[in-house]
């Protein structure tokens, strides 16, 4: 079973910041935050990760609270072609993922 | 660099006959994977292999068998086809150190009639 818990779907408008939920209230110590999205069924695609701190990269900026039982996904300035599926996944260093249905991020124009 | 390459993208089986999918990576990955996606559905791993030579079940192995001869090859067969293994799979590597993010390949969309 997935160890994330995300909502079914969101809505943006292009040109905003989309901000993207989970919930990981069960993670462990050693438990990475991992994000990625599936565009119209492509491959899944890496975003980002952490273990406690935030982190931005050139995609996106991931926030994890301090307690780490959440998380929350921030492309700072979507756009139509950042409408896809998204996928959080807690997982350690060589675990394998358990992908769960993921959040369909619809940006509107 | 090409990344995962998957092959053939599209394939459509009847029942009882067998198939071979090719999963091909040319960054030197140790570990990688065969998922498969049903319609609306998130990805759930069919088998894995952390190293040549190596091979470990996922989630959902009945039906599928793999082989890792080679370090940058992954094969996934099927050697009766079902309707049930009507799917989109996926294919992904990773390294086995650092923080393991995975890279997939664009997916083989197979139907079993």
């Known amino acids: 079973d997935a160890k994330t818990t995300q909502p079914t779907s969101m809505d943006c408008a292009e040109g905003r910041a989309a901000n993207l939920p989970c919930n990981h209230s069960?993670?462990?110590?050693?438990?990475?935050v991992y994000w990625y999205r599936q565009i119209h069924s492509q491959g899944p695609q890496y975003i980002i990760h952490g273990l406690k701190n935030n982190e931005t990269n050139e995609m996106a900026s991931l926030i994890i609270t301090e307690d780490r039982k959440s998380s929350t996904l921030i492309l700072p300035h979507a756009t139509l072609r950042d409408t896809a599926v998204y996928y959080c996944?807690?997982?350690?260093?060589?675990?394998?993922?358990?992908f769960g249905p993921g959040t369909r991020l619809s940006v509107l124009p | 660099n090409a990344g995962v390459t998957q092959t053939p993208k599209f394939r459509v089986l009847k029942t009882g006959q067998s198939m071979t999918l090719l999963c091909a990576q040319d960054?030197?990955?140790?570990?990688m994977y065969w998922y498969r996606q049903d319609p609306g559905m998130g990805l759930r791993l069919i088998h894995y292999s952390v190293g040549e030579g190596t091979t470990a079940k996922g989630e959902v192995p009945d039906g599928y068998n793999v082989s890792r001869l080679k370090k940058q090859n992954f094969l996934l067969g099927l050697e009766s086809a079902a309707p049930s293994q009507t799917s989109v799979y996926f294919c992904?590597?990773?390294?086995?150190?650092?923080?393991?993010?995975?890279?997939f390949g664009p997916g083989t969309r197979l139907t079993v009639t």
């Open positions: 960054m030197n990955h140790e570990y």
């Open positions: 996944i807690v997982a350690t260093i060589g675990q394998n993922f358990v």
């Open positions: 069960t993670i462990s110590g050693n438990e990475y």
């Open positions: 992904a590597s990773s390294f086995w150190t650092g923080s393991s993010e995975q890279y």
